[in-house]
């Protein structure tokens, strides 16, 4: 008998955290369908419904190309960042070098940079360069913070057993080899959860984007809207 209230119990707690995260997405979809008068009333359903959002957003702005300039500029970031990360966390691991955890050091400090202190170095360098309203300004500085990556592989890699990486160099591999046949598939789970927390990052930036690509032919979603904000309301008034 306990047992079953055991079980009722945590299944009250589990769709009870279900509602919870589900209803802010129920209201972000009803509200969506609300004129701008009602947006911030507590109805549960708009009063007079409306598909005059959706025509803004499809027609006014564009949005299908600021959602695929997102995902253009996080996926690719994502993929470089992933990938020099792993180089580098291989690097610091197998190579004996003078200077080693000297430079391993710096590179880590930068994770104590604020992104804010470069940004203006940055955009100078970025404009010199012609990446202004480009993909290689928001990729490039982008995939460059790539140093809690670099933290993160290292000690997964270190974490592989090194008589397993002697026992290839003897069979012959080179570097590449291991690395890509031993080392990339045992820290696997490390390099997917790199690329989530990456990818999520990205998708989320705002400032740096709202800075290299304000034209909403490359903007991404979040600084795409803010910059076009300013020129649908000169139209319409509002």
Known sequence: MSTRRGSVLVHAVAVAVVVFMVF?????????????????????????????????????????????????????????????????????????????HVLYLAVIATILVPQQVLMIPSYIMAARLGWLNTYLGLVIPLSATCAFGILLLRGHIEAVPRSLLEAARMDGARHHEILWRIVAPAVRPALSA???????????????????????????????????????ARRTGR
């Open 24 to 100: 802010p997405v129920l209201w972000a979809l009803v509200a969506s369908f609300k004129p701008p008068n009602e947006l911030f009333t507590l109805a549960p359903v708009a009063e007079n419904p409306t598909l005059e959002n959706y025509r803004v957003a499809l027609v006014d702005l564009p949005l299908l190309r600021m959602l695929l300039n997102t995902t253009l500029m996080a996926a690719a970031v994502t993929v470089i960042q992933v990938f020099v990360a792993l180089l580098a966390g291989y690097a610091f691991t197998a190579f004996r070098f003078p200077g080693r």
């Open 194 to 232: 790199l690329a989530i927390l990456v990818f999520i990052s990205t998708w989320n930036e705002y400032l740096w984007p709202l800075l290299i690509a304000p034209r909403p032919s490359t903007a991404p979603c979040r600084s795409g809207w803010s910059c076009s904000r300013p020129r649908r």
